[in-house]
């Protein structure tokens, strides 16, 4: 967070990431004794949050010119480094890859062997194939170790979003929850979680196939920003198209309103690709609505797996609010009836 000055344009112009202030939290987030918990490098934790937590953090792989690298919290590499690339070359390009069953394998096998009932909170399945290797991965490790408890999750929340499931399931896990009923909580409260994001070009959207090049060129013509947000099961939507990124952010801050919980003892994040200006911007604009003057509110920096495919530019709210579900069409809503009753 930053320090609140006279002048508020020049506050939000001088605040850099680096600058931010570490989050410090409260003591109910420290490590749980009784449940283990992993998650992977996709939930973008801010610095120092992971460790506070005491989560493992299964690192995720990506492929640059220079070959194979890991998503390790920007130790190797910095965010500003790692976009500036991509906005000086238009063709420079990263490709991402699914984590396999026999790397699932190692990292649980390891956990087993400590013995701590575990839970693995999974990278949304809507947007990679990586759940389906951990749940192979973790069937191998019940079959080996017949005592250990393991429950993988699919967090349904991509990015930031996760890291706020993380932080409140260590605090359940804490409360008293097993592991068992941490997975149950899992399932529930990840339904909560909104998230909203904005983009500066649609250039990385078009060259990894998501939309037609054709569209991201009339985009940058017209000067077009996308919101987006994520469904019930954690894939990418439009929500609506913006003229410009400043009806964008106010676009963003606009749902904030619409769908937060109001409950200001649950964290609120802040995730940027590199935009750390318009970042502190939506944190001066969140502390001017009623009652959230005193939020907690994390700032990350969106890491490489998900940055190659959004680009540089790129920001986001994510945060407690009404239940995604509510969102589901008829027909998805009968769909979902089907599959519980079979």
Partial sequence: MFNKKDNAEEEISEVAFEDLEPTELSPVYHKPSNVRIIMDSCADF??????????????????????????????????????????????????TSAITPGHYFEVFEHAAKQGTPTVYLCFTSALSSSFYAAEQAADMVREKYPDFEIYVVDNGAPSSA?????????????????????????????????????LETLDALAAGGRIPAAAANIGGKLDVKPELTYDSTGALTVKTVCRGRKKALKSLIQDFR??????????????????QKDANWLEAQIRKEKGCEGLT????????????????????????????REKLSLSDRIANRVRKSN
Wanted: proline share 5%; net charge negative; charged share 20%.
């Fill in 46 to 95: 801010a610095p120092g949050i992971a460790e506070q937590l005491g989560v493992d953090i299964i690192q995720f792989p990506y492929v640059g010119p220079d070959g194979e690298h890991y998503d390790d919290g920007w130790k190797s590499i910095s965010a500003h480094e790692f976009f500036e690339g991509m906005r000086k070359d238009k063709k420079l390009r990263y490709t």
């Fill in 162 to 198: 996760a890291q706020l499931l993380g932080l409140e399931a260590v605090h359940q896990a804490n409360k008293g929850l097993s592991a068992k009923e941490v997975a149950e909580w899992a399932k529930d409260a990840r339904n909560y979680i909104q998230g909203y994001f904005t």
């Fill in 258 to 275: 619409d769908s937060y919980s109001h409950d200001t003892s649950l964290p609120v994040g802040i995730i940027s690709a590199d935009a």
């Fill in 297 to 324: 509110i994390i700032h990350s920096q969106v890491g490489p797996v998900i940055g190659a495919h959004v680009g540089p530019g790129m920001v986001a709210i994510v945060f407690w609010g009404t239940d995604r």
